[in-house]
């Protein structure tokens, strides 16, 4: 009898512990709720930037239609003007956990929005804000834009090392070398990258523009999954702290904390990555990137596809040429 006892409380520990595993995540969203929500709305309203005449529906607690947001990553150092270094157009489905990234290169020639000139859509951003930047790229694509969310890459780079580091898979030393660029390397097949390491590899542009915009996604994609890991949730009110100044944004801070908690007790997060590619051309004596039609066109059918709320997960588009798309 005394042994039956044991082996019962034995399997109640087992059941207990599993249970435990299984729903941590949503043990530490409700300790989150519990105890870190109010300092961290307290927080992302300092970053809370409206644009002019925004006027955004209320939040609720459960999203379930997909929206869009425009992200940019601004490389600006000292006295220097800030231009949008990453330029992304993203669908979110939070109901299926599924993200769409389609990166514009930052030399892509386009007609920038209330400038009256065609240049590099990363000066649009340079030009005018925030707004000059969603009307520039909402006129490119032919798409609405909900949301923005900027972050300036010395944030990303205190975020990372907050985090304890990213994986990246990276299979080749990177290394700055241009005459009249910053020095420094990136070394291959380490574990875990630091923030500097992690702030140079999307940063890099030796290679091609293309490669630039894919290696940002990817980073993007590696930093979802490291957020997503229990470990990280109880650190969301100091990487919140960190980003300070360097984060703004259109979405009010219950929006992103309710997002936040869905997605975390969500399916893994997927994200399917598009590139609009060009050729180079010189103007004037600047380089420029010359969109491919095809691919811009491509774009516009994949996000309408995506933003679709009747979209079926299992019908949502991909790149056509998942070839192509890859790191060059």
């Known amino acids: 009898m005394k042994r039956k006892s044991i082996y ?34 307290d927080s992302l309203q300092k970053s809370y930037k409206p644009l002019q005449g925004d006027k955004k529906p209320e939040p609720v607690v459960l999203q379930s239609k997909p929206f869009s947001v425009m992200l940019l990553g601004s490389d600006q150092r000292e ?39 065609k240049d590099k859509i990363t000066h649009a951003f340079a030009f005018g804000g925030h707004q000059m930047a969603k009307d520039t790229m909402e006129a490119f694509l032919d798409e609405d834009i909900d ?22 898979p990276i299979g080749k030393d990177i290394v700055n070398k241009g005459k009249d660029h910053e020095k420094f390397t990136v070394k291959a097949n380490k574990p875990i990258y630091s923030g500097e390491e ?37 650190k969301v009110p100091e990487l919140i702290a960190i980003m ?7 979405m009010q801070p219950k929006f992103i904390i309710d997002l ?7 399916p893994k997060v997927d994200m ?39 979209t079926p997960s299992d019908q949502l588009l991909k790149p056509k040429d998942a070839e192509k798309q890859k790191l060059q």
């Open 272 to 310: 399917t990555s598009f590139t609009i590619m060009g050729e180079g051309m010189r103007i004037g004596g600047g380089y420029y990137n010359d969109p491919d039609m095809e691919d811009v066109e491509e774009a516009r059918d994949m996000i309408d596809n995506w933003m679709n709320p009747d």
């Open 8 to 41: 019962i409380t034995l399997a109640v520990l087992i059941l207990l512990g599993s249970s435990a595993y299984l729903f941590r995540t949503q043990l530490i969203v409700a300790a989150f709720d519990l105890f870190m929500a109010k300092d961290v709305e």
């Open 147 to 168: 949301y923005y969310a900027s972050i300036n890459f010395q944030g990303l780079k205190d975020v990372v090392d907050a985090m304890g580091g990213v994986e990246l």
């Open 244 to 250: 300070g100044d360097n984060f703004q944004t259109d």
């Open 260 to 266: 936040a908690k869905q997605m975390l007790t969500g």
């Open 198 to 234: 992690a702030l140079n590899y999307v940063r890099y542009r030796e290679d091609s523009d293309f490669n630039r915009a894919k290696r940002q996604q990817v980073f993007l994609d590696m930093a979802a999954k490291r957020l997503k890991q229990p470990d990280q949730i109880g």
């Open 79 to 117: 006295d220097e003007p800030a231009r949008s270094d990453t330029m992304i157009y993203a669908v979110v489905r939070p109901k299926e956990s599924k993200v769409l990234l389609v990166s514009i290169p930052r030399d892509t020639y386009v007609d920038i929005i209330g400038k009256g000139k």
